[in-house]
């Protein structure tokens, strides 16, 4: 028995299970960049008042920060120090605004040059890192030394709450938030809150219609990574998800487990008004509007609105024959 899966809005979850690559590597890139800067834009030229290395007394300048000792240098918008100039320079525009780089492709813009470098990977698909282990390639060199430990099992960033272990401090940053229920990530839209930046973004693909994602063979587009991996798998015929009971393949690993409690009986989600059993929280949803007679679902051409996104779809036809 498979459960049909509504091809709806995704939850928090499972955004984060089909896009964490993506958003991982990309925050580490980022965080890589933010720490070290290129050279050629960090040495930037000195005022013959203002000598790196030298002790001064609180020179203020138009850029917004002064010098108050050696190898300081102070934000006059919110008091964060920084051991060089260039650093200073970067984090000021997090203040004015400023964004000087901007893609050619997209035209996304950014605080720095490095930063924008880090995005035309995401056009290009380029991963020049290579784990000599398992063969698997990454867009900076930090998310190589991460990935490494993996296979090192080095895990050095341990929860203090539940005792969970992390190869990175960025990802035990995100497991505290499920702790302290934090989500500081607000769409600006839909006052939707999140843990992660990246799943912010993420999310906000669905108010934008942003398909990012283009299948090889058909030219199909998608929002999300993950859909267009199980797509792709229409023309590949490939369903690496195995069931170990009846031997049922899937092509995404939470098909299977919805499918395999089919084999262990095991309902998750109790409906409240008639007490209905269902395995995922999409199909209880999709039940409580027959209680409620919410039909969220609008056909754009008749207005004739439905309690659930397939039989849309289905109603569709008959418009386009």
């Keep these: 028995m498979e459960f049909v899966e509504e091809s709806g809005d995704i939850s928090d979850a499972e955004s984060c299970r089909m896009n964490d690559e993506d958003v991982e590597e990309q925050r580490g890139l980022m965080e890589s960049i933010e720490e070290n800067p290129t050279q050629n834009e960090m040495e930037n030229q000195e005022s013959p008042n203002f000598k790196y290395g030298e002790i001064t007394i609180s020179l203020q300048t138009d850029g917004g920060f002064n010098q108050e000792a050696t190898n300081s240098f ?94 990175c401090k960025g990802h035990l940053k995100d497991h505290l938030r499920s702790h302290n229920g934090e989500r500081p990530f607000t769409c600006p839209q839909c006052g939707k809150s999140f843990a992660r930046k990246g799943n912010l973004n993420i999310h906000i693909r669905s108010h934008t219609k942003e398909r990012l994602y283009t299948c090889p063979q058909c030219g199909k587009s998608f929002i999300y990574k993950g859909h267009l991996k199980e797509h792709i798998g229409i023309h590949t015929g490939e369903r690496p998800f195995a069931c170990p009971q009846c031997g049922k393949c899937f092509t995404r690993k939470g098909s299977l487990n919805i499918h395999m409690k089919c084999h262990t009986r095991e309902s998750l989600y109790n409906c409240p008004q008639c007490e209905k059993t269902f395995q995922t929280k999409g199909h209880l949803d999709g039940h409580i509007r027959i209680h409620t007679g919410e039909k969220p679902f609008t056909c754009p051409q008749c207005e004739r609105s439905f309690t659930q996104r397939r039989h849309l779809k289905h109603h569709i036809r008959i418009h386009t024959g």
């Design 74 to 167: 102070t934000c006059h918008h919110c008091g964060k120090t920084f051991s060089r100039k260039g650093h200073l320079k970067y984090h000021i525009r997090v203040h004015t605004g400023e964004r000087p780089y901007k893609c050619s492709l997209c035209e996304k813009t950014f605080t720095q040059k490095g930063h924008l470098g880090a995005h035309i990977i995401t056009h290009t698909g380029e991963r020049p890192f290579t784990c000599p282990q398992c063969g698997k390639g990454f867009m900076s060199k930090g998310n190589l030394n991460v990935h490494i430990k993996i296979h090192t099992q080095d895990r050095p960033f341990t929860c203090p709450q539940c005792g969970k272990t992390y190869t």
